[in-house]
């Protein structure tokens, strides 16, 4: 008798069951048909009263827009506006803010805000090309990377911002010594600003 006598029925077999077990697994793992709503760019918590935020399910707190350290203003009607350089536990620095677009089309983003280092450009979009200025003590602080080397901001959002739309943003820097109350913030397309850290 030959070898190959049972291999098609052993063959087919092994589809059918290979065919079940990934129906299965899809059907375990699926959302169920529900996905997580989207949010658009122009959809901040930000826009809102700009009271004090209550911490959110995750524990996390939001920043409070009522007090604005700074708003500068780029090209084509796009403003930054910061909120917050708060220090947090761990030795870092958070700078959380908006884009804000006040002209009357949408707003393309540049690739330049990504910043210009070539191990964060496989990345995707991100706010890599901000950095802090530290004058006092002379250094240059720049956004901090995970281990796969993606910067520690808003990323991957929208290519433009919508007239009359918002996109909140957060970033993330080594802490400068505690002596240090005020660093000077830089961003492609927008002019340096002072702002101090809480």
């Not at 002209?103 to 690739?111: C, D, E, I, L």
């Not at 080397?149 to 739309?165: D, F, H, V, W």
Request: hydrophobic share 35%; aromatic share 8%; charged share 20%.
């Amino acid at each position: 008798m030959s070898m190959w006598h049972g291999a098609n029925p052993r063959r087919a077999a092994a589809s059918a069951l290979a065919a079940v077990t990934l129906s299965v697994a899809l059907v375990a793992c699926g959302s169920g048909g529900e996905e997580p709503p989207q949010r658009e760019a122009g959809d901040s918590a930000a826009a809102d009263t700009g009271k004090d935020r209550a911490p959110t399910d995750s524990g996390t707190t939001l920043p409070d827009t009522s007090k604005i350290l700074a708003t500068l203003k780029g090209d084509q009607g796009i403003e930054m506006v910061i909120y917050e350089a708060k220090r947090d536990e761990g030795g870092f620095l958070t700078v959380n803010g908006e884009f804000r677009n006040t002209g009357g089309s949408a707003y393309v983003t540049p690739v330049q805000w990504s910043g210009q280092e070539a191990a964060i450009a496989g990345a995707g979009p991100s706010l890599g090309g901000m950095t802090l200025v530290d004058s006092k003590e002379k250094k240059r602080y720049y956004v901090l990377r995970d281990t796969d080397n993606r910067p520690l901001t808003t990323s991957q959002y929208a290519a433009s911002i919508e007239a009359g739309k918002s996109l909140s943003f957060f970033a993330q820097f080594p802490a400068p010594p505690q002596s240090t109350t005020k660093v000077d913030l830089q961003f492609p397309g927008f002019p340096n600003a002072p702002i101090e850290i809480s």
